[in-house]
């Protein structure tokens, strides 16, 4: 019998694939799937727009033959293992291409595929434990969602996707769901992320003062999703549109920059992307315009109401300025990010940025 030792990243690979987030997706990937999803979008006659895969070093690889068994080990806790193993490579940099776009390193997940090891395992998985870590409190399972929203006896959820705290432009985007739905999901991606990105806590003690704060709370439901971003673009919005399906949402927000990172991708290239497959996902997409700050009306908007929406008075909330103001010390404007918020967070903590994970 064939040990291998997990890292953080695997493990919550692994974790998902057991609790069924990533389904129609149960197993690390063999190399006949990752290719049609990286050449078709499909995993066998189902979409799916991005592999799943374990990477391994070169020395455990060899030792693996066809009909062995691979124990799956994390932090000494036999926590899976992988039948009828199969050991392959891929030709990254066409897969980066198909996946990302770009072969760009400059491009974080573009780097980071490129970081692992050439040799990859794929098989029948088995998920066999729960490894308890700092992100297991903030957990919530596809069955755990589901049955709180049929106790609930809710018929339309919003899933709300981000890896940021809240600022206006979130608000306007969850008010307006919670408004015209029955509940919203807010489920932040906590996992593996790039230097400059918030910690988790950060990121989960700031939505739930908000929610505590200004939020009906009978209409709001928060729970992490424990995964590494891909920061993919297009693919990555239909991966987490499916994943929020996974966890019983009917709707799912997708923004005009979704999964997108530094200038990679055009501006609702990922509404674009998903557009094509949204008849036969399963979930129904929300394609947000926007929202932005227009100095001429005086609030938050969006490009289907207002008419300012490519003058000098609009004023698009990015991420990079949220940064900013905890960075750099900069009064929060509070037009751009909610006051309160703010001000929690810097109470509670003194560092609000991964630095090296």
Known sequence: MIKFKLNFRQYLELEKLGFGSFFPVKDFMKKKDVMSVVNRVHYRKKIFPLPIILDLPKMIAQGIKKNSIVSLYYKNNLVGKIYSPEIFTLNKKKVAQKIFGTNSKLHPGVSSFFNQSKYYLGGKTKFLKVVENSYTKYEITPKESKFYFKKKSLKTIVGFQTRNVPHKAHEFLIRNAMEN????????????????????????????????????????????????????????????????????CTHFIIGRDHAGVSNFYKKYEAQNFVKKFEKKIGIIILYSTGPFYCSKCDLITTDKVCKHGKSKSRIDISGTYIREIFSKGIKPDKRFINEKVVYKILKNNKKLFIENE
Do not use: W
């Not at 999901?185 to 704060?213: T, W």
């Open 181 to 248: 739905y029955d509940c919203v999901f807010i489920q932040p991606l906590l996992g593996e992320k790039k230097i400059g990105d918030y910690k988790a806590n950060v990121i989960m003690d700031s939505f739930k003062f908000l929610i505590r704060e200004c939020l009906n709370q009978s209409k709001v439901f928060l729970g992490s999703l424990t995964t590494f971003m891909r920061y993919a673009g297009p693919r990555e919005a239909l991966f987490h549109a499916i994943i929020r399906r996974n966890y019983g």
